[in-house]
Nanobody, 113 residues
């Protein structure tokens, strides 16, 4: 069973930046489209995805502020978040797209002054 490990979340002031990381110990990591999601009060919403060829896509809420990259050698995906707002406060999770792994613990991002 693949155990996803997210990290990098913390408290940050509005306008600040954070980079989240996720290790996906999957032998065929480079073959998968991977994504970040975030848990807001009533749902888990899609944030961004990166295909195996490096093509990315973002939700409207984060487009232009977030950037997703992958390191196939380290089986890691990184989500660089800039110009953060309180609306970005959430628990952030990574998974495949569509989500096929058991969800990890996530990493908490809190944006407040």
């Amino acid at each position: 069973q693949v155990q996803l490990v997210e990290s990098g979340g913390e408290w940050v002031q509005p306008g600040g930046s954070l980079t989240l990381s996720c290790v996906v110990p999957e032998s065929r990591f480079s073959s998968y489209t991977l994504a970040w999601y975030r848990q807001i009060p009533r749902e888990r919403e899609f944030v961004a995805r990166i295909s195996r060829d490096g093509t990315t896509a973002y939700s409207g809420a984060v487009k232009g502020r977030f950037s997703l990259s992958r390191d196939d050698a380290r089986k890691t995906v990184h989500l660089e978040m800039t110009n953060l707002t309180p609306e970005d406060t959430a628990i952030y999770y990574c998974n495949s797209r569509p989500a096929g792994y058991t969800w990890g613990q996530g990493t908490q991002v809190t944006v407040s002054s």
